[in-house]
């Protein structure tokens, strides 16, 4: 591995909240820790279609999911498979759906849950969460600060090559309270505030970072199509590496290709869209 990365994915978020609410990432930007560039997700711009496109690279009229109720075994490569290729270790700390897709399916509340499998072709160390009864009344989503804590014990006792993290805790909120109020200002605050410390720990166990989401939420709590709010997200990138102008909108399918590209693992060829990091 020429590099370590850890990517972290703030489901539905849209790029308006993260400019204007997420100070401690904002204010690295301002600094010049921290470089950000919108990023545009496929459609459907719906989570479960975004999560195998963030890793597979392919839109999802090639993958085949079309939806959260459209969950199954991927076949295409992906970013933990790639890395596992060249000798890398990996570790998630997410939805359920993600070891669905990338390690077995159906998820299995008590194998699944929690594993250790140093001789897997893809994830490595996974722990999941399923957010089962989920509702408007009850979320269901973990603390996110328990998430971001998962994940650095597992870069601390196995030396992760690759980390993904994904929570759902504003997405959720989001389809509860829509985003022009004050309590999606307020959580999208301690996400901010919860998230902060941590990326300072990472960058000083060497990792480069990569804050984004999977698509964004539009003023009715919505996403799945095309408008702006529903697609268009923030991508925080901390590292080393050359990026493209300012004002330029990366394709989500660039991602895949991207974090392989910097880790020195293979890009899968049906990973056609071009790396976004230089």
Same mark, same amino acid.
């Given at each position: 591995?020429d590099?370590?990365?850890?990517?972290?994915?703030?489901?539905?978020v849209?790029w308006r909240?993260?400019?204007?609410l997420?100070?401690?990432?904002?204010?690295?930007?301002?600094?010049?820790?921290?470089?950000v560039?919108?990023?545009r997700?496929?459609l459907?711009s719906?989570?479960?279609?975004?999560?195998?496109?963030i890793?597979?690279?392919?839109?999802?009229?090639?993958?085949?999911c079309?939806?959260?109720a459209n969950?199954f075994?991927?076949?295409e490569?992906?970013v933990?498979?790639?890395?596992?290729e060249?000798?890398?270790?990996?570790?998630?700390?997410?939805?359920?759906?993600?070891?669905?897709?990338?390690?077995?399916?159906?998820?299995?509340y008590?194998r699944?849950?929690?594993?250790?499998?140093?001789?897997s072709?893809?994830?490595?160390?996974?722990?999941?969460?399923?957010?089962?009864?989920?509702?408007?009344?009850?979320?269901?989503?973990?603390?996110?600060v328990d998430?971001?804590?998962t994940?650095?014990?597992?870069?601390?006792?196995?030396?992760?090559?690759?980390?993904m993290?994904?929570?759902?805790?504003l997405?959720?909120?989001g389809?509860?309270?829509?985003?022009?109020?004050?309590?999606?200002d307020?959580?999208?605050?301690?996400?901010?505030e919860?998230?902060?410390?941590?990326?300072?720990?990472?960058?000083d166990?060497?990792?480069?970072?990569?804050?984004?989401a999977?698509?964004? *939420?539009?003023?009715?709590?919505?996403?799945?199509?095309r408008s702006?709010?529903q697609q268009?997200?923030?991508?925080?990138?901390?590292?080393?590496?050359?990026g493209?102008?300012?004002?330029?909108?990366i394709d *989500?399918r660039?991602?895949?290709?991207a974090?392989?590209?910097?880790?020195?693992?293979?890009?899968?060829?049906?990973?056609?869209?071009?790396?976004?990091?230089?």
């Open positions: 591995m590099n370590k990365l850890l990517l972290i994915i703030l489901d539905g849209p909240n993260f400019r204007r997420f100070g401690n990432l904002e204010g690295w930007v301002d600094s010049g820790d921290a470089r560039w919108k990023l997700s496929v459907p719906i989570s479960a279609s975004c999560y195998a496109s890793h597979t690279g392919v839109a999802p009229a090639i993958h085949g079309t939806g959260n969950v075994r991927l076949k490569k992906d933990f498979s790639q890395v596992r060249a000798g890398g270790v990996t570790g998630a700390v997410a939805h359920s759906y993600w070891s669905s897709f990338f390690n077995r399916h159906p998820f299995d008590v699944d849950i929690e594993y250790d499998e140093p001789e072709k893809t994830i490595n160390h996974g722990r999941f969460h399923t957010m089962t009864g989920y509702g408007k009344d009850n979320q269901m989503t973990p603390s996110d998430l971001f804590g994940l650095t014990n597992l870069c601390l006792r196995f030396g992760l090559d690759y980390g993290l994904h929570t759902c805790t997405d959720s909120m389809h509860r309270y829509f985003h022009d109020c004050q309590e999606m307020h959580a999208c605050f301690v996400m901010d919860m998230l902060a410390p941590f990326i300072t720990r990472w960058r166990l060497g990792y480069e970072v990569i804050v984004t999977d698509h964004g *939420q539009d003023e009715r709590g919505h996403h799945g199509g702006p709010l268009e997200t923030a991508l925080y990138y901390f590292g080393d590496a050359d493209p102008d300012h004002s330029d909108v *989500q660039q991602l895949a290709p974090i392989l590209q910097r880790l020195g693992a293979p890009v899968a060829e049906t990973m056609k869209a071009e790396p976004f990091l230089r």
